[in-house]
């Protein structure tokens, strides 16, 4: 076997093949058509060959398709001919060259990093013929192209890739500048390659992409701007480029310079960047494994795959730059669906909390990387923009309160500081997209509350004011002296229910692109950063989400239930046979009970709040969503703080005792429904 598939490597011409590797469909049927073609064609003369050619091509589809692809073969694998090949190919195409463009376009995309150099230096040759030909789909190849450029040039093959396809589009700047959507992705790949093409070595090219990059954005500006608002972040990693420089001073300064159309930065930051431009940054090979890693892979069994992707693309300093891309990806690009979402698997913010730890010791991509992840944030429309964009951040945020409240503070903090400082020109707007965004959180249930992010105790003082005094609509208010706010009076004698009424069952609304609290489970104690001897154990966390775009439907109502001691016995129409077995103990409970919720003041005021809120709600969705709240908050200040359990001897009897009236109304009004009801006296 092993002899074996080493003669199929050799043969091969177009791919390198590894040892376990099988031999690529489209290789094998290549070398065929070539094959079989040669067969026919070895003993005829040039003319003769033409003639035949021309006559197999117009007997029937198979056979124009076996004879441009036995032509594209040699054009690949053969310099000297190719020429000849490529002229003789023009001449005898029916399709418009349609299925040579497929075949290039496949061999590009799927196996560019296994080419003979041979065969990469032959498939730029051809683009460059194609694109001067000014064949009808040729700049599929350069899109192609494109998202082969990898953002660190670490060797040889890369930086001659990178300058041929930048020789190709000066070469045709005329037919390149005629397609808007080229521009654009053009514009967006060589920006953000700039960053990384650091060192002696590539300054005769750094000098070129940035002269080509400058000239375009000038000549076709409003062009340009169609990326969005990715462009004035990549922008902002050149801005130390003198030509860049000037750039900038005309964007802030003098916009009408660019075009007449542009009224300023905040024209661009409104415009979302659509996920083409973004996922052209991404290699395919890094794209599949990305997506199979937020996809099939649970968390708790990541760690394997995390260590087997950092050493295979992230292992050099220099690839710490594409950090920021990728963390764009993942935000922007993968949006899982429903059903990912509330199963175990590897969740977006948990690989974000991991990559954000790889680039830690280079200030340079760190800040670049926290900006990837908050750059949505910061031009946030809900009309417009994607929950799912944001919902890695703010989940990051929360669920590394306790295992790493460093990650929390830090994006808290350039949160914060983002505002006044990124761009002061528009303050205002980017202060609007911020709390646009927390408060689309909280409408469709991200978070529940925020009090537990932002009042954290694993949060220093002095962030705790910034947080307040940049978000003030979210922070809580001041408690007032509980002499002001008496607990209400409680009563154990339960108002007499009407008969029970058919009440239709509302449908639970089906969230757009995520899922509702109680269908997500998340780990909240597992750390994203894995150590050697940490292991994820794919707890339970207690904060899920709801990304429905559209309110909920309707849901199940219940008869509300009034405390009263006022209304005299004859008053009352009818009385279940289970209220009146609770109303002959009801004396022994009262003033304890009312004791008992004396002790609400004791709990912080988040807890208290909503604990007295659940009292006094007659709506039963109200009151669902108050306990839910309630649980929420009191799981993460037991979490964050082992010396809250004093608490819970409070918590646990107020629990019991509102718990304990909603099951015993629930069950007399079961009970009226299932044995009748007793009529009172003045009924009878």
């Known amino acids: 076997c092993d002899v074996t598939m080493s003669e199929v490597r050799r043969r091969s011409r177009l791919f390198c093949y590894g040892p376990l590797e099988p ?8 070398e065929k058509c070539h094959s079989e073609l040669s067969a026919l064609t070895t003993n005829l003369k040039e003319n003769e060959v033409y003639n035949h050619l021309n006559e197999k091509v117009s007997r029937s589809a198979q056979d124009h398709e076996e004879t441009s692809m036995a032509l594209l073969f040699s054009i690949l694998t053969d310099p000297t001919t190719a020429p000849k090949l490529y002229h003789t190919l023009t001449l005898l195409t029916r399709d418009s060259l349609a299925l040579v463009l497929t075949c290039s376009e496949k061999i590009i995309m799927e196996h560019m990093s296994k080419l003979q150099n041979t065969t990469r230096m032959q498939v730029l040759w051809l683009t460059r013929e194609l694109v001067q030909t000014g064949v009808a789909g040729s700049d599929r190849l350069c899109f192609a192209l494109l998202k082969q450029l990898p953002i660190s040039c670490t060797i040889s093959s890369d930086v001659y890739l990178v300058e041929c396809l930048l020789h190709i589009l000066l070469d045709n700047r005329e037919w390149m500048e005629s397609q808007p959507p080229l521009v654009c992705s053009v514009v967006y790949t060589y920006l953000s390659l700039l960053p990384g093409h650091i060192g002696p070595s ?53 916009p009408q310079s660019l075009s007449p159309q542009f009224s300023g930065l905040q024209q661009i930051l409104s415009k979302r960047t659509s996920r083409r431009f973004i996922a052209g940054r991404i290699l395919p090979d890094v794209e599949v494994k990305l997506n199979f890693l937020l996809s099939k892979v649970k968390f708790g069994q990541h760690r394997l795959y995390q260590e087997w992707f950092q050493k295979k693309y992230l292992s050099t300093p220099e690839s710490q730059h594409q950090i920021a891309e990728l963390i764009r990806y993942v935000c922007c690009v993968i949006h899982p669906p429903n059903e990912v979402l509330g199963s175990d698997i590897f969740p977006r913010w948990a690989l974000i909390g991991w990559l954000l730890s790889l680039c830690q010791p280079n200030p340079v991509a760190s800040a670049n990387a926290k900006l990837a992840l908050l750059f949505d944030w910061l031009c946030y429309k809900p009309e417009s923009d994607s929950i799912m964009n944001i919902e890695p951040g703010i989940l990051l945020m929360f669920h590394s309160l306790r295992p790493h409240p460093q990650i929390t503070a830090t994006l808290l903090d350039c949160l914060c ?60 208010p001041e408690p007032t002296p509980p002499s002001q706010h008496p607990p209400p009076p409680h009563t154990t004698k339960p108002l007499p229910l009407p008969p029970a009424q058919s009440v239709p069952h509302g449908s639970e609304g089906q969230s757009a692109v995520g899922v509702r609290a109680d269908q997500r489970e998340v780990n909240e104690e597992t750390p994203m950063i894995i150590s050697s001897d940490e292991e994820l154990e794919g707890e339970d966390a207690e904060v899920t989400s709801a990304f429905s775009d559209t309110e909920e439907g309707g849901r199940e109502s219940r008869t509300s239930e009034l405390e009263s001691d006022s ?48 009292r006094v709600e007659s709506d039963a969705e109200e009151q669902t969503k108050l306990l839910n709240e309630f649980l929420q908050l009191l799981e993460a200040v037991c979490n964050q703080d082992v010396g809250s359990s004093p608490l819970l001897p409070v918590v646990a009897p107020l629990l019991s005792d509102y718990l304990s009236e909603e099951f015993s109304s629930g069950c007399a009004a079961a009970s009226g429904t299932q044995t009748g009801w007793v009529w009172s006296s003045n009924n009878a």
């Open 567 to 614: 209304f005299p016995a004859d008053s009352q129409g009818f009385v279940s046979i289970g209220e009146e077995n609770s109303r002959e103990n009801s004396g022994s409970r009262g003033d304890g009970s009312c004791d008992l919720w004396a002790r609400v003041e004791e709990l912080p005021k988040g807890l208290r709040e909503r604990m007295l809120g659940m």
């Open 23 to 30: 031999r690529d469909e489209l290789d094998e049927r290549l």
């Open 417 to 476: 500081r983002l505002i006044p400082n990124y761009c002061p020109s528009v303050e205002e707007f980017i202060a609007s997209g911020v709390k646009a965004a927390f408060t689309d959180i909280l409408q469709k249930e991200v978070l529940l509350s925020l009090e537990p992010l932002f009042e954290s105790p694993k949060l220093d003082d002095d962030l705790k004011a910034l947080i307040k005094k940049t978000f003030p609509e979210f922070a809580q």
């Open 202 to 254: 590539l300054a005769t090219l750094r000098e070129q992409e940035t002269h080509f990059c400058v000239s375009l954005i000038r000549n076709k500006f409003m062009d340009c701007i169609q990326i969005g608002r990715d462009l004035v972040r990549l922008l902002q990693g050149v801005a130390k480029i003198p030509e860049f420089t000037q750039l900038w001073r005309d964007l802030l300064q003098n």
